[in-house]
């Protein structure tokens, strides 16, 4: 019994020592960084890094000092807190090898200090990866009084921006600037990066936008628009704010423009105006897609319709790229609001417009022959206009907690004018006269748009299944008159002879389109499931072209019947296909296809014939995405499209605005296949504030639709499309960006490859060309913002042109090129501000041209600004200070190497008055 006693006692006693050998003590001392002060009455918690639950807490003493007993081993977190400090938080563990944990001094630094170290400010992170999305924070960024949301993004890394406000992100175009995921004055993105405050954005995400109906269900459909989406802070989204600005120069050249908005609650409301002729033309940059296009035009499923161009007598689309000489006035609204708890939303906006562009070019080209080259040179003389109003609008409403729709409806009515005269000639490679000519073409166009959609997504009581359909209805008509005058004359070995024309031409065109798609998703597991979708689409449209000669009474009514016709298109498109969608832990991958059969009748109206077609268009996709991490991400993507020959290629119409270039049909055409691959790694460490971007792209197209050009001694060709079975045509890019930030001199730093090409195929008088049209890039950016001081950017590098074609390498065109551009302000006494930028670009000499080309293109400004606010500025611009911008272009492909100078904007200075105002909440009133 005594042993027994004794045996428990001692187990009581080995029990309590071993237990008390696994209880620690955690202690330190808590000081103000900056004073050196002890902090009494500090708040220090212990909690399980597991579940953040408390474990234990004390306060510090009067000297500072805190100690916490009795925690048991694991692994915790300290977090130090005193009121007005930024908190103190540490990840630790306690074991066997650790009795007591000592911090010693634990430095809190206040508040007030982090607000003003800029130091602080650099190291926060200014990017993160969130799957598809790279989100940039702005407060990483310097943010100057009254800047607008252009100059924020110019700082983001991988992003830049031109002179004329266009985006490029990671080596692509961004297409479209939203507003908290909402559409702002549609397809303008400028109104939203010119408009908008810096000081008013919470935070800018860069995308990849999925269609509506993929963004629902889940699963790629493959349509992809590269978007920008401007979040704002809570308490700036009620006041108002805009802009002023008037300007005045030599020559005439003058600016104005206007800027207001109201936001308050969940409801915006924005107007602007835009007039100057010097070069600021504020038009959307897809009104170029949306008006231009050729004759016949052809989707990958297979849907044709007719379109205003093809020829000289197309419209003029509003466009200003640099050339010529403009005048342009715009103006739009914008209102959009939420009501009904979110339920219900509203997006509308109209828009106005006119513009006009006048100008000379001079253009001189080599035409590669296996039998020679043809010298061209053309002179031409371009008088263009345009107005537009264009109105759309959208309306959500959610009808329940799984029922969503959708109306969109948009109305576009334009009017242009077109003049364009031309004067050309054709010499052999013996200096010898083969043609030449004088043309002059005129031409007045009417179109109305308008198109309406519909949008129903369902989500059903199993989760991931859902069931939405799509509707859409596409009208549009276009009218047009105008006059074509030529004189053709054609230098032979049998003599000279002449061609005149001189007619009025009538055109009417109209298209109708109906779309329907309905989409089915289930979930097949937890890591599978399946979109299964079927479409119907019907469309009719009609051509009617008129050519009339000129009578012996003086009128046009002399019909010429091989430059008339009247055409008419309809067409059934049955649409369906699969894809499987897996996701799991890193990883989600797609794999699938659709399948669309067309049927269309055309039939000739003048002739009373029928054409049928009837053809099947395979579709497969494929894409595998891996996540690392938060912030690194690879994704890989195959897509393939059956494309058939156009109409246009089969069938042409007759056109003579151009009697030295004749198009002929092929009835034979068979359809061709292209197949593209493109890959996208993203990674940015946030300790570094380092960033890397890579993307590759590759195509290739089996049973390739080509061109077969014939040019006869006169230098007049023939053009027919066939398709060629032996040789692949190809398109490459690969892009590489990375970028970090120096510490200690504050210095962002970035380094850029790129290589992008193609090779491509065409006969040429029986011989088949190959042509290689490749560029090899590299890149050095720099850039530092220091506030209220001074900023900078520049990049610059060299680059290497490779054009080649093999049916006569003496026109063979390799050669060095250089870009570069540097911008940069900085802050003078009395609030004097100046600013400068300069874009040098040089091509150098190759077989074909035996001179060097360069420009320096330099601006600057001297700004004034008044009130605390800074928000009145007077500012004395020059542009093209060294007078150097001559319009020039050098262009190779399929054998044709084109050199162009044309009219352009130069020097001028510039007088101006720019007023922001601005009442929002949190913001600065505005200064009378």
């Known amino acids: 019994m005594k042993r027994l006693l004794l045996s428990l006692c001692f187990l009581v006693f080995i029990s309590s020592y071993s237990k008390a050998q696994n209880l620690h003590t955690i202690k330190g001392r808590t000081i103000d960084t900056a004073s050196t002060t002890l902090l009494s009455g500090t708040t220090v918690a212990v909690l399980n890094a597991k579940d953040s639950i408390l474990v234990k807490f004390t306060r510090t003493a009067e000297n500072g000092s805190f100690e916490i007993n009795g925690i048991k081993n694991g692994k915790f977190i300290l977090q130090v807190s005193y009121p007005k400090y930024a908190d103190f938080v540490d990840h630790f563990t306690l074991d066997s090898t650790t009795?007591?944990?000592?911090?010693?001094?634990?430095?809190?630094?206040?508040?007030?200090?982090?607000?003003?170290?800029?130091?602080?400010?650099?190291?926060?992170?200014?990017?993160?990866?969130?799957?598809?999305?790279?989100?940039?924070?702005?407060?990483?960024?310097?943010?100057?009084?009254?800047?607008?949301?252009?100059?924020?993004?110019?700082?983001?890394?991988?992003?830049?921006?031109?002179?004329?406000?266009?985006?490029?992100?990671?080596?692509?175009?961004?297409?479209?600037?939203?507003?908290?995921g909402e559409e702002f004055f549609g397809d303008d993105p400028t109104l939203v990066t010119k408009n908008l405050r810096a000081d008013m954005v919470e935070s800018v995400q860069l995308y990849d936008k999925a269609s509506d109906q993929a963004s629902f269900t889940g699963i790629d459909d493959g349509e992809k628009t590269k978007t920008l989406n401007v979040k704002l802070k809570e308490d700036k989204k009620n006041g108002y704010f805009g802009k002023v600005q008037g300007g005045y120069g030599t020559d005439d050249y003058y600016t104005g423009q206007l800027m207001f908005n109201k936001f308050w609650g969940k409801k915006k409301f924005s107007a602007y105006g835009i007039f100057g002729n010097n070069g600021t033309v504020g038009l959307g940059w897809d009104d170029r897609d949306k008006y231009g296009g050729n004759t016949m035009t052809m989707t990958d499923e297979g849907y044709m319709y007719f379109s205003s161009g093809g020829d000289d007598f197309d419209s003029y689309d509003g466009q200003y790229n640099g050339q010529g000489l403009p005048v342009a006035r715009t103006g739009g609204l914008h209102f959009d609001s939420k009501?009904?708890?979110?339920?219900?939303?509203?997006?509308?906006?109209?828009?106005?417009?006119?513009?006009?562009?006048?100008?000379?070019?001079?253009?001189?080209?080599?035409?590669?022959?296996?039998?020679?080259?043809?010298?061209?040179?053309?002179?031409?003389?371009?008088?263009?206009?345009?107005?537009?109003?264009?109105?759309?609008?959208?309306?959500?409403?959610?009808?329940?907690?799984?029922?969503?729709?959708?109306?969109?409806?948009?109305?576009?009515?334009?009017?242009?004018?077109?003049?364009?005269?031309?004067?050309?000639?054709?010499?052999?490679?013996?200096?010898?006269?083969?043609?030449?000519?004088?043309?002059?073409?005129?031409?007045?166009?009417?179109?109305?748009?308008?198109?309406?959609?519909?949008?129903?997504?369902?989500?059903?009581?199993?989760?991931?299944?859902?069931?939405?359909?799509?509707?859409?209805?596409?009208?549009?008509?276009?009218?047009?008159?105008?006059?074509?005058?030529?004189?053709?004359?054609?230098?032979?070995?049998?003599?000279?002879?002449?061609?005149?024309?001189?007619?009025?031409?009538?055109?009417?065109?109209?298209?109708?389109?109906?779309?329907?798609?309905?989409?089915?998703?289930?979930?097949?597991?937890?890591?599978?499931?399946v979109i299964v979708n079927y479409g119907l689409s019907l469309m009719s449209g009609q051509s009617d072209r008129k050519s009339f000669n000129k009578s012996a009474s003086g009128n046009y009514d002399i019909l010429d019947t091989q430059f008339s016709n009247d055409y008419k298109l309809d067409q059934i498109i049955n649409q369906g296909g699969a894809v499987f969608n897996y996701k799991s832990g890193k990883s989600s991958a797609t794999i699938g296809s659709k399948f669309s059969g067309v049927n269309f009748k055309q039939i000739d109206l003048y002739n009373n014939k029928t054409y049928n077609r009837n053809f099947i268009n395979y579709m497969p996709q494929a894409s595998y995405q891996y996540r690392f991490s938060q912030q690194k991400s690879l994704r890989i993507n195959y897509s393939g499209n059956t494309n058939q020959p156009s109409l246009e290629q089969i069938q042409p119409i007759s056109v003579n605005t151009d009697p030295l270039n004749i198009s002929l049909g092929n009835p034979d055409l068979r359809p061709s296949f292209r197949s593209s691959i493109s890959a996208n790694f993203n990674s940015y460490k946030v300790?570094?504030?380092?960033?890397?971007?890579?993307?590759?792209?590759?195509?290739?197209?089996?049973?390739?639709?080509?061109?077969?050009?014939?040019?006869?001694?006169?230098?007049?060709?023939?053009?027919?499309?066939?398709?060629?079975?032996?040789?692949?045509?190809?398109?490459?890019?690969?892009?590489?960006?990375?970028?970090?930030?120096?510490?200690?001199?504050?210095?962002?730093?970035?380094?850029?490859?790129?290589?992008?090409?193609?090779?491509?195929?065409?006969?040429?008088?029986?011989?088949?060309?190959?042509?290689?049209?490749?560029?090899?890039?590299?890149?050095?950016?720099?850039?530092?913002?220091?506030?209220?001081?001074?900023?900078?950017?520049?990049?610059?590098?060299?680059?290497?042109?490779?054009?080649?074609?093999?049916?006569?390498?003496?026109?063979?065109?390799?050669?060095?090129?250089?870009d570069g551009y540097a911008s940069g302000s900085v802050k003078l006494p009395a609030k004097f501000e100046l600013s400068t930028d300069g874009q040098y670009e040089f091509k150098g000499k190759t077989q074909t041209f035996d001179e060097n080309f360069q420009r320096f293109l330099w601006n600057a400004s001297l700004t004034k600004k008044f009130f605390k606010s800074e928000n009145l500025k007077f500012a004395l611009t020059v542009n093209d200070i060294l007078n150097q911008n001559v319009g020039f272009d050098r262009s190779a492909y399929n054998g044709n190497i084109t050199q162009s100078s044309y009219t352009t904007i130069q020097r001028y200075f510039l007088f101006s008055l720019i007023w922001d105002f601005n009442k929002m909440g949190g913001g600065v009133k505005t200064q009378k």
Request: hydrophobic share 30%.
């Open 339 to 529: 009501w009904n708890k979110d339920k219900e939303s509203l997006n509308t906006n109209y828009k106005i417009g006119s513009i006009r562009v006048s100008g000379d070019r001079n253009t001189i080209s080599q035409n590669n022959l296996s039998s020679g080259v043809i010298n061209n040179v053309s002179d031409q003389f371009n008088d263009n206009d345009m107005f537009r109003q264009k109105l759309d609008a959208t309306y959500e409403i959610k009808l329940d907690t799984t029922l969503t729709l959708k109306v969109s409806v948009d109305g576009a009515l334009k009017e242009s004018n077109t003049f364009n005269s031309y004067n050309t000639s054709s010499k052999n490679g013996n200096d010898e006269l083969l043609n030449k000519s004088d043309r002059t073409l005129s031409n007045k166009v009417n179109e109305q748009q308008f198109n309406m959609s519909a949008l129903f997504t369902k989500k059903l009581k199993k989760k991931g299944r859902t069931l939405s359909l799509s509707l859409s209805e596409a009208i549009s008509k276009s009218n047009s008159d105008g006059y074509l005058n030529s004189k053709n004359t054609f230098y032979t070995a049998i003599g000279v002879r002449d061609s005149v024309i001189n007619q009025y031409k009538v055109n009417d065109i109209s298209n109708n389109a109906f779309r329907s798609n309905l989409a089915y998703t289930e979930p097949l597991s937890k890591t599978i499931s």
């Open 687 to 818: 300790l570094t504030d380092q960033s890397i971007w890579l993307s590759g792209y590759y195509s290739f197209t089996a049973n390739p639709i080509i061109s077969d050009v014939v040019t006869d001694d006169a230098a007049k060709s023939t053009y027919r499309s066939v398709n060629l079975s032996n040789e692949m045509p190809s398109n490459f890019s690969i892009n590489a960006q990375t970028s970090r930030k120096i510490k200690g001199i504050d210095l962002s730093v970035g380094i850029n490859g790129n290589a992008y090409g193609n090779t491509s195929y065409n006969f040429i008088n029986g011989v088949l060309n190959k042509t290689k049209n490749y560029t090899y890039g590299a890149g050095l950016n720099f850039s530092k913002y220091v506030d209220k001081k001074y900023n900078f950017y520049a990049r610059f590098g060299p680059t290497y042109n490779i054009a080649r074609a093999s049916v006569n390498t003496s026109g063979n065109s390799d050669g060095w090129g250089w």
């Open 99 to 180: 009795q007591v944990k000592d911090y010693g001094k634990v430095n809190l630094t206040g508040m007030a200090k982090i607000l003003a170290d800029v130091i602080i400010k650099g190291n926060r992170a200014a990017m993160k990866i969130k799957g598809d999305t790279t989100e940039f924070d702005p407060k990483a960024f310097n943010i100057e009084p009254n800047s607008k949301v252009e100059d924020l993004i110019k700082q983001f890394p991988g992003i830049q921006v031109d002179k004329d406000g266009k985006i490029t992100a990671q080596g692509k175009a961004v297409q479209k600037v939203l507003v908290d």
